[in-house]
């Protein structure tokens, strides 16, 4: 038998794969009978991990969640038990609300608050910081970046994950290698959005398969599929599992056929483990438990059925009883000889254990790489974004020209002068509301790709946070110009390149400290709580602009309010972009008398200096960084509290 042009020698139920010059003894557990076929030669990737597989157990693993605000709390999981061998592909089973995913989450490390018990790895407790170097978790949705290609994403995540050192020819063989097996190399000019689901959930996996993990785990990796794609994604999980992976899916309900393809199974019901052991002997473990599958009937559906209760609550206790929750083994296959805790630990010493644990998975690469490639795939994003570019440029040339034409001249003209004030705060409203609403609407989409990316090692947040700032920055100054351009030249306003200057800065500044606001409130909240946030929050901000009650109007214990507001300091910085540095009289052309012909006039009627520019620009950098650091933290809070 052949396999990538190696020779195999088989012996005592175990496949050998001779050395060569570039790689360790690499073995591999043969798998008998007609529903466990061995992948056919050649399939699997040309990367095997050439480090000891891992064995995982967990012991008496509770998880309670809470369920809100004087809502108490729910137990999820009541102490399991159970054990991941390696080399086989193992599903957990069980009806909805079962706990399947919870275990899933607790397994992979996703979830570490409420969770109580112990997991340990080769038969020693498991150090988180070490297991996330050598796992991956996908999720249930597929969580990909649909406007790149697969070749892009496949090259921006390679640069990510594999080390630097390597070269992009290097780095092309890794992927051709992945997107052969997976089928998906004919697709590599499709973006992903365009993908089928058994597309996405294939490239899924091959994005998390470019650092070779020893432990995947994968959330309902079959749902939403049809039958075919089913298959195909779990063979692939299968024949991953041959090459010496410990794979652990959740699966709901699967086919008989799609059931038999699977080496272990491990049932759970409210919580509780019914059953643990391979698929071919869950029939025999029914029988014996006194509850036998009936003839003809898919053994994944009874199983299920039993699970919910259907046949009465005393079979789950029966069930769970007989499985000891977890912890009886006496249904895993007869010839693999299960080692103990102990023999474990002889088997993989601590020396062992740290080398795995070190060359597992690639370390991340430096934060100077990190921050080159997701700036490299912020701008490709951004040129192809209808939305947070295209339509983002066309809003600000719209409205530029709706202002400009409702203000024509004004800038000018001193018996306009009260008109050319609400101008310039419609103009402040605009770079307030737009940039922060598209924000507060469109990261919570991107903040589940982080979520994904960040768990799985792709990158540190801080190197995440800094390529979204310069990324957006370009397209920030392109539309503020563009809209300020616009709006002073059709509304007349001073045309001396110091004002305009100070006028488009206060606008960028603005901009900036909005979208700030709005990261802010979209990383903290989903879209539709951010949506109603957002502009409440910012009411206040209005109310202590300036803008209709004075400053000097203000109550003395709301005259604190006015510090907090960046529209404040928006609105003086434009009033002295225009009004101030001495201007001289206005032109008075469309009435008899111009009340506020003088500028200093008007600043003494709105209580606003025209010497505080700079004070202004200050405010509002002292704004800006308050409130990035502020999204910033919430950011790193959300990604943890989810957990």
Known sequence: MMLAGAEIVQKDSVVYKPDDSNSETAVSLAVEGPSQEVPPPGA??????????????????????????????????????????????????????????????VLSGYRITGVGGAIFINGRG?????????????????????????????FLAADLKLPTNLDKYEKGEVIEDILTNLGLYEHMNTRGSQLSGGQRKRLSIALELINNPLIMFLDEPTTGLDSS????????????????????????????????????????????????????????????????????????????????????????????TKAENGKALDWFEESDSIPTMEGLRKTYPLSALRELESGAGDEETPQSNQRSVLIRRGFLKAKRDPTLTHLRILVNVVVGIMLGSLFINAGNEGSRVIENYNLLFAILMHHMMSPMMLTILTFPAEMSILSKEHFNRWYSLGSY???????????????CAIFSVIVYTMSSQPLTA????????????????AQSFGLMVGAAFNVVNGTFLGPTLSVPMMMFAGFGVTLRDLPPYLYWGSYISYLRYGLEGYINAIYGLDREQLECNEALYCHYRRPRTFLKEIAMSADRFWWDILALTISLLVLRTLAFLLLKWKLNAVR
């Open 229 to 320: 794609s089913c298959t195909q994604v779990v063979q692939l999980c299968r024949s991953l599992a041959s090459q010496g992976r410990t794979i652990v899916c959740t699966v709901h309900q699967p086919s008989a056929s799609l059931f038999a393809l699977f080496d272990h199974v491990y049932v759970l019901a409210a919580g509780h483990c019914l059953y643990q052991g391979t698929t071919k002997n869950l029939v025999p473990y029914l029988e014996q438990a006194g509850v036998p599958c009936p003839i003809y009937h898919n053994p994944a559906d009874y199983v299920i059925e039993l699970a919910c209760g259907e046949y009465g609550e005393d079979k789950i206790d029966l069930l769970t």
């Open 126 to 154: 498991r150090v988180m910081k070490n297991f996330k170097r050598m796992s991956c978790y996908i999720q249930q949705d597929d969580r990909l970046q649909g406007l790149l290609t697969v070749g892009e994403n496949m």
């Open 44 to 105: 699997g990737l040309a990367r095997v991990p050439t480090r000891d597989p891992v064995d995982i157990q967990f012991t008496n693993v509770t998880c309670t969640v809470k369920l809100g605000i004087n809502k108490g709390s729910k137990q999820i999981l009541h102490g399991v038990n159970g054990r991941l061998r390696p080399r086989q592909l193992v599903a957990i089973m069980g009806p909805s609300g079962a706990g399947k995913s919870t275990l899933l989450d």
């Open 498 to 513: 110091a004002r305009f200057g100070m006028f488009f800065a206060i606008s960028l500044y603005t901009v900036l400290v």
């Open 465 to 479: 946070y800094i390529s979204i700032t310069i990324v957006d920055l370009p397209i920030s100054i392109v539309s």
